[in-house]
Nanobody
């Protein structure tokens, strides 16, 4: 299983980015998928999840600004981020349920999972 993120970068406050997570050896539509982030000196936190039925759930910090989606044909997960703020600066990780690694999903029905697979991360930096 491989989850490979891309799309990170540096933007100014108010800017937008779209993160992608391409899966191989894994079918994104069958599992909970999510985006997490970790800022320097802070714990990793969940940002948004989408379950196998397509239901999406967001952390309060992401509501109204971020949109999680998936393209089943491309087997890819996305995170559209708008109106970015310096507090959004972090390494962003893609995750998928069903794997052996500890993951605290926390959101929505995905919270029933306690593990999964991680991607390697993509850096997002927002400057004021």
């Amino acid at each position: 299983v491989q989850l490979v993120e891309s799309g990170g970068g540096s933007v100014r406050t108010g800017g937008s980015l779209r993160l992608s997570c391409a899966a191989s050896g894994y079918t994104v539509r069958r599992y909970c998928m999510g985006w997490f982030r970790q800022a320097p000196g802070k714990d990793r936190e969940v940002v948004a999840v989408i379950d196998s039925d397509g239901t999406t759930t967001y952390a309060n910090s992401a509501k109204g600004r971020f949109t999680i989606s998936r393209d089943n044909a491309r087997n890819t997960l996305y995170l559209e981020m708008a109106n970015l703020e310096p507090d959004d600066t972090a390494m962003y990780y893609c995750a998928g349920s069903g794997g052996p690694y500890d993951i605290e999903w926390e959101l929505g029905i995905c919270a029933r999972w306690g593990s999964g697979y991680w991607g390697q991360g993509t850096q997002v930096t927002v400057s004021s």
